[in-house]
């Protein structure tokens, strides 16, 4: 983990030193983590944990990782925006993935750090500087927004936390989060479902749900515990498909198709043992979703155009190597992976 020393780090690295799957757990930071180390090697797991910091000891901490998780980076305070990190968020991502692409190439790759609407597109174009650059590894972790989902319909409906779902499709920021609570499962029984006023309730309060902790906290940073328990479920799934159990399903913001002229969605998809093995189409919307899709375009393709040119000084995103779904199946092969960015149909650029 890059940035293990964090209000996210900390408790992280608690939580994956506890996961079965971790062997070893390297934990970096360019400050304070020999004591989170020591700390967290203590637990009875059996993850072996070192501690690494500083620029000389980034490749070291990243050599033969299979997946790392980004979480480095500024918070909010009470006011901004997440673009508001972007001037010193996208330095701190393009300089942790240059390193990675160039000590562990082919690591599953988690990114934590805001705005990650726009740190994935950065994320993507170091990569593709130096070769290796693959869609199916880089993974955006908007699964926050689906713990709020799940919590806050649960509280709505007196359906157990733990068994409801929502996909969260879009973004990670304000309306580019857009919760499909009309897909929700297990399908509400009328007496639980949702009037217009509960949806239009919780879709504000999902998409708000990370200004209402920065508020909450007053200055003191955003979330760190809850994103550390979505960060490490996200972990344990990426982890969990890499050995190879199967129908492994989240929903991350990768590169996709699923909306013309957004090179990467929010979106429910299959994990496998290289990363992202399939993509699901949206399914079938509300006309309230619709509109939220429609009203989330601008931002997005403007993030993520933000993202792509603090890169290479170009405008917009170069669909180039990936272009067709011929090209994209050969490469898809390539990395052994299968129907990457496939959807069922477009219907007026989105495939539903
Ligand atoms: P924090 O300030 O508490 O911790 C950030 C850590 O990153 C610090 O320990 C800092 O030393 C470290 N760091 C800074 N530059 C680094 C570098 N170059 N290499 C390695 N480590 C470096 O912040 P936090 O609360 O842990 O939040 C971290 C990021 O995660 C923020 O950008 C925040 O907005 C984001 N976040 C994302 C989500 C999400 O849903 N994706 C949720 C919560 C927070
Ligand atoms: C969140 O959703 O909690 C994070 O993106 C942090 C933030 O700035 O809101």
């Known amino acids: ?11 992280l690295s608690l939580l994956l030193k506890q996961l079965p799957r971790v062997a ?4 970096y930071d360019i400050a304070n983590v020999a004591g989170v180390a020591a700390d967290v090697s203590h637990v009875n797991s059996p993850a072996n944990v070192r501690g690494f910091t500083g620029q000389t000891q980034l490749g070291a901490a990243l050599e033969g990782c299979h997946l790392v998780l980004i979480p480095a980076g500024i918070p909010r305070k009470p006011g901004m925006s997440r673009d508001d990190l972007f001037n010193v968020n996208a330095g701190i991502v393009r300089d942790l993935v240059t390193a990675c692409a160039k000590h562990c190439p082919t690591a599953v790759l988690n990114i934590i750090s805001n705005p990650v609407n726009s740190t994935v597109p950065i994320a993507a174009e170091v990569l593709k500087t130096h070769g290796v650059y693959d869609p199916a590894r880089l993974l955006g972790v908007t699964h926050l927004d689906v713990m709020r989902a799940r919590t806050f319909v649960s509280e709505a409906t007196g359906l157990d936390p733990n068994a409801v779902d929502v996909p969260v499709v879009g973004g990670h920021a304000g309306v580019t989060i857009l919760p ?7 399908a509400l029984r009328l007496e639980q479902q949702l009037t217009q ?15 209402e902790v920065v508020e909450a906290k007053k200055g003191a940073g955003s979330a760190t515990l809850s994103m550390a328990a979505a960060a490490a479920q996200f972990a344990g799934k990426c982890l969990a498909a890499m050995a190879g159990e199967k129908n492994v399903t989240v929903c991350a913001y990768v590169a996709s198709d699923s909306v013309k002229g957004l090179p990467f969605f929010a979106i429910r ?6 990363g992202v093995e399939r993509i699901y189409p949206i399914g079938p919307m509300s006309a309230f979703e619709v509109d939220g899709l429609q009203k989330l375009i601008p931002e ?4 993520i155009d933000k993202g792509v040119a603090f890169v290479t000084g170009k405008d917009g995103w170069d669909e ?3 272009h067709n779904a011929q090209q994209r199946r050969v490469a898809a092969r390539k990395s052994g992976v299968n ?9 007026a650029g989105v495939q539903m």
């Not at 998809?269 to 290289?274: D, K, N, Q």
Request: a positive charge.
């Open 1 to 11: 983990m890059l940035g293990a020393a964090g209000g996210i780090g900390q408790p």
């Open 24 to 27: 070893n757990l390297h934990l």
């Open 180 to 186: 499909l609570l009309s897909q929700t499962t297990p």
């Open 197 to 211: 006023e509960q949806t239009e309730h919780l879709t504000h309060r999902i998409q708000n749900g990370g200004t």
């Open 269 to 274: 998809c299959r994990l496998g043992r290289s």
């Open 300 to 303: 997005l393709k403007s993030s």
């Open 320 to 322: 180039q190597p990936l």
């Open 339 to 347: 129907d990457v960015r496939a959807g069922a149909g477009d219907v």
